[in-house]
């Protein structure tokens, strides 16, 4: 079977996903339902078509070749084969897939040439999603094939996959970016459909094993910002993990993720639901501050966007 | 920022300096000297106006000067209008274009000659010597020289430059006048004022505050004798010993000394509004960087020092548009000087542009006019087009579109949108400018059709060399006096006594081209989906009935800026062919031409009357400005149009080619953001890159500022070549930044 997996985007320059200069690839599916997530369209792993009426010209080709849509362009999803005749004819890119297959040979050839940017800056590829951790034999096989060409790969994860996973991707990837939602399990269950065992469990094994650990944690009003929300953190990290980790990082609230839910313009074959948290205002500068403060007084090395 | 500085900003925005301002004082000096030469006219004109023009300071002013009067008395005679410059009549055409499909005059005196600009006084040599040095030199040059037309010149220089010592006479009592009613510091201040204007009537400047000062009297006066986009060239090195002297000597804190430099650079803001050209005048194209950094002339070692910092302190306290200032880097630039710089660059408003002394150093090299000391010795001249200081004549002057070659070759050498006027004096007849080269069935290949292109844009650039030769330059006195050269030839910059006298030439629409040469080579010869007919008649129809296609190109098909070798492949052979072609020209002070890519106001103005092309673009709509991919057609984020420029050979285009970035202040806004936008940098140096220039904007901030401009009169934004307050530029100007800004990174 061949080794491809759905990537939904590709980000070159992504200044946020790691050290130095890095290009990002964002994998779809997801084991966790947070409340919050940012990219809801990928918490499945299956092929949509999306529709932007934005982008849309009215050239009527993508009725021609279906024959199942009707006149509002609008298709009913549960007789969509996915045959993608309409993307095909659809130039102005009105409809596209919501993702494309690659192998590992595929990344290979969107980042050889930026070595140039990654060796000067210690940056490198980032796995993202969804959870890149899914697609275990893709990824250690294109991790491992990228470090063959010298590139430095780092994983984007939530832990919540089966330690087997970890141990095949050990020898080859160089950081992880590790998600630390919150300590207590019953809660931690409540926001993201699963409890938070499996996932601290996974991370103990990481540093155990000595890989390069940045623990990001996103800071949801009233869900996992609490002052006792980060000192939970905080004494995991120095009880359970010895402090070794390179750093942990604050990643505020952000506002945008709101816009994607409920769009039907932009997902109208696939409609997600609506936002689920109510609006909310991401949080202040002196209060990052305050919470940096209480990491720091456990010896932890802090970092934000915000401070 | 200090108090004093915080309310010279404020009185600058509230147009206090405005009120001294006088148009035009209706004088003449024809009456008694109508018989005497046009440079002796005009350097008369200039003294009068000097001995008649407004002077003022404002409260808290440490610098005197200031341009007031915007026209100079009357000295060209009516035969003189009469007779023209008929090599350079401007039609209906040229009212749009001719700022860059053909040869232009950004200024013009009574006559039609060009005024002159772009070129960078010898700061480094006149400041440290002096005003009465100066005409002491010339005056002893005078009495040596037989030559008439040498005596004439000297002459013109004297009367201008003991004009200059005549308003500082008038600075000087202004000054005393105002101490005699202030009281406390302020009467002290003055006092320094008037003794620092005394002492340079009488000689050299002492101290730095002096030197300063000098600097920006100087400047004001060119401003003043009709010079426009009047660059300042490496200030840190000019006023280095001065500060170093009196910092030693315990005269001056680094305190004050920041002090009075920002409100030198306040008072180069005066100008922001009365830009060159009418009809395309546009908010603070002044013209006037600074460049800092670069090496040693003589041993090309770096150089930085206090100022250089300094400077960069100074742009980041101070948000206004003057001056421009211009970094020159290399693989030896301090990393302490990158980050300041990328600190800069974070606030958004442009500053600085990195200048690369790798590449842009060997470019010069590459004509054969040029010794190394004085190519280590460039500096951005208007925008940032690089010359040597001091001693070179720049010239803007004309250009080729890369599309309009296109065009031309597919349609027989006629226009896709009929005669868009006619100038007589180049010869041009009906609607065919272009030569011709053939009807569309004639090209059974891709490289036919390659040739005709190349054979179009030879014929362009012959034409337009060939016009810009014959265009004529106006003299003046002042201005040439403070080079190195016009004193030592005897002549003006009329009559090329510069050192160097450089015709810049330059290509616009390149990413354009490729990506049009490349649909057509796609669509037509590989795929045979359409003929070159067929395809051609698509775009003069404007893709009428025909948009599938034409989203098909623009979404599907490669562009250049995406690291795609094939397009990257077609850019680089227009360019080199491009390249090859001006660099043969010569100008009419026999120095080679020299390449520069650019759009200049061309990707608003020249596409006007260009008509559709093969990428996607309508007729009529923007094309790409300077180097960059065409806007919303790089969608692999910076590092791929990093690639993609580092593969097209800029290593002759000696007067330069600048890549235009973008991105969204998040990127900038930690230190973690600004050492990958270094990197970035630097390997764009290290790939070959020759100039980048950077916008950090966001996209919400500029549309919420064209519905509210009242509150965001300092929001300064980069367009071009300069950077400008966003408000203040007209909307099609707004509209372009915010289509680039949509698709920042």
């Known amino acids: 079977m061949e080794n491809k997996v759905r990537i939904f985007d590709v980000k070159h320059y992504a200044v946020h996903d790691g050290p130095g200069i890095r290009t990002t690839f964002f994998l779809m599916g997801c084991p966790l339902r947070c409340l919050w997530c940012q990219n809801p369209e990928s918490q499945k792993d299956e092929t949509v078509i999306t529709f932007t009426q934005m982008k849309c010209i009215g050239c009527g080709k993508c009725v021609e070749v279906c024959g199942k849509l009707d006149r509002n362009l609008q298709l009913l999803k549960a007789s969509c084969e996915m045959c993608g005749k309409c993307v095909k004819t659809c130039f102005a890119q009105a409809r596209q897939f919501g993702s494309t297959y690659y192998t590992p040979e595929d990344v290979l050839k969107i980042v050889k040439d930026e070595r140039i940017f990654f060796d000067s800056s210690k940056g490198g590829v980032t796995f993202s999603g969804g959870e890149c951790m899914l697609h275990i034999d893709f990824l250690t096989e294109t991790v491992r094939l990228l470090k063959e060409n010298g590139i430095r790969s780092a994983i984007d994860t939530c832990g919540a996959v089966p330690k087997s996973s970890f141990e095949r991707i050990l020898p080859y990837a160089d950081l992880y970016l590790y998600d630390i939602k919150k300590i207590d399990p019953a809660l931690h269950k409540e926001y993201t459909g699963m409890d938070n065992t499996l996932i601290l469990e996974n991370l103990k094994f990481l540093t155990q094993n000595d890989a390069n650990i940045i623990i990001r944690i996103p800071l949801i009003p009233g869900y996992t910002d609490s002052k006792e929300d980060i000192d939970a953190i905080g004494r995991f990290v120095r009880d359970d993990l010895n402090n070794k980790i390179i750093r942990c990082e604050l990643l505020p609230y952000n506002k945008l993720a709101a816009s994607k839910y409920g769009n039907k313009t932009i997902w109208s074959d696939y409609t997600l639901g609506d936002y689920p948290l109510p609006e909310m205002e991401p949080q202040s500068k002196e209060y990052i501050s305050e919470l940096a403060e209480i990491l720091k007084s456990y010896g932890i090395e802090v970092f934000s966007e915000s401070l | 920022m200090t108090d004093r500085i915080n309310a010279l900003r404020e009185m600058f925005f509230a147009d206090e300096h405005k009120k001294f301002r006088v148009e035009d004082l209706h004088l003449s000096i024809l009456e008694e000297n109508e018989k005497r030469p046009f440079a002796i006219r005009k350097a008369l004109a200039f003294d009068l106006a000097l001995e008649k023009m407004p002077v003022f300071l404002l409260e808290g002013d440490l610098i005197c000067g200031g341009k007031t009067l915007y026209k100079l008395p009357k000295y060209v ?171 030693e000597n315990g005269t001056l804190t680094k305190e004050f000394a920041l002090e009075i430099l920002e409100a030198f650079f306040m008072k180069l803001n005066y100008e922001v509004d009365r830009t060159h050209g009418e009809d395309i005048r546009i908010n603070s194209d002044t013209g006037q960087s600074i460049t800092i950094g670069g090496c040693d002339p003589l041993t090309g070692e770096p150089t930085y020092n206090d100022i250089t910092m300094m400077i960069l302190d100074a742009k980041c306290d101070m948000k206004v548009t003057d001056p421009k200032v211009h970094l020159r880097v290399s693989s030896k630039t301090p990393r302490e000087i990158w980050e300041k710089a990328a600190y800069l660059n974070s606030l958004g408003m442009g500053f600085p542009t990195y200048e690369n002394d790798d590449v842009i150093i060997p470019a010069f090299m590459a004509h054969p006019e040029y010794t190394i000391e004085d190519a280590r010795d460039y500096a951005a001249s208007g925008c940032w087009e690089m010359t040597v200081q001091g001693k070179a004549l720049n010239r803007n002057v004309g250009g080729v579109c890369a599309l309009r070659s296109l065009e031309w070759a597919m349609n027989n050498g006629k226009f896709a949108l009929g005669n868009p006027g006619s100038l007589p004096a180049m010869g041009l007849i009906g609607d065919r400018w272009g030569i011709p080269t053939g009807e569309p069935e004639w090209f059974d290949t891709y490289s036919k059709l390659f040739n005709a292109y190349k054979v179009q844009m030879k014929h362009y650039i012959d034409m337009v060399t060939s016009y810009v030769n014959r265009s004529m330059l106006s003299p003046s006195p002042f201005y040439s006096s403070m080079m190195e050269g016009p004193i030592e030839n005897g002549r003006d910059f009329d009559d090329w006594g510069a050192i160097y006298n450089e015709t810049d030439f330059q290509l616009g629409a390149l990413s354009n081209a490729a990506d049009s040469l490349y649909a057509i080579k796609k669509l037509v010869y590989e795929d045979k989906e359409y003929t070159l007919r067929e395809f051609n008649d698509i775009l003069l129809d404007n893709w009428e009935g025909h948009e599938d296609l034409r989203q098909r190109i623009l979404n599907e098909f490669p562009k250049f800026g995406n690291n795609d070798s094939e397009v990257d492949k077609i850019a680089n052979d227009i360019l080199e062919y491009y390249v090859q072609e001006v660099t043969k020209h010569r100008n009419a002070a026999g120095q080679t031409y020299r390449a520069r890519i650019s759009s200049a106001t061309g990707y608003v103005y020249a596409a006007r009357i260009l008509g559709a092309s093969a990428d996607g673009r309508k007729a009529k709509q923007f094309y790409a400005d300077n180097l960059s991919p065409m806007m919303g057609a790089d969608h692999n984020g910076p590092t791929a149009v990093v690639l993609s420029c580092g593969k097209l050979d800029v290593s002759k285009c000696a007067g330069g080619s600048v890549l235009d970035m973008k991105f969204h202040p998040s990127a900038l806004s930690t230190q973690e953001g600004r050492d990958k936008f270094i990197t970035l940098m630097q390997t764009y140096c290290q790939l070959g890159g020759e100039q980048a220039q950077i916008n950090v904007l966001d996209n919400k901030v500029l549309l919420d500022a064209q519905k509210h401009p009242e509150n965001y009169r300092d929001l300064i934004v980069r367009i071009w070549g300069f950077s400008t307050y966003f408000t203040q530029v007209a909307k099609h100007w707004q509209d372009h930044i915010i289509q680039r800004s949509t698709l920042s990174f």
Request: proline share 4%; charged share 25%.
């Open chain 2, 77 to 247: 005679t009516h035969e003189e209008i009469m007779w023209g410059n008929h090599n350079f009549e401007v039609g209906e055409y040229g009212m749009y274009s001719s700022m860059f499909d053909n040869a232009f005059n950004l200024g013009q005196d009574d006559r039609g000659f060009g005024l002159n600009d772009s070129s960078i006084p010898a700061y480094y040599k006149v400041v440290p010597m002096g005003i009465p040095a100066l005409i002491a030199d010339v005056e002893k040059r005078l009495a040596e020289t037989d030559d008439c037309d040498k005596k004439t010149y000297y002459e013109s220089v004297l009367i201008s430059n003991k004009a200059c010592l005549k308003a500082m006479k008038r600075y000087e009592d202004l000054c005393r006048e105002q101490a005699a009613a202030a009281e406390g510091e302020r009467k002290e201040e003055l006092l320094t004022m008037a003794e620092n204007m005394n002492v340079l009537q009488n000689g050299a400047p002492q101290t730095y505050w002096q030197a300063v000062q000098l600097m920006y009297f100087i400047q004001f006066l060119i401003w003043t004798e009709g010079g426009y986009l009047v660059p300042l060239g490496r200030v840190d090195i000019t006023l280095y010993p001065f500060y170093k002297k009196d910092i």
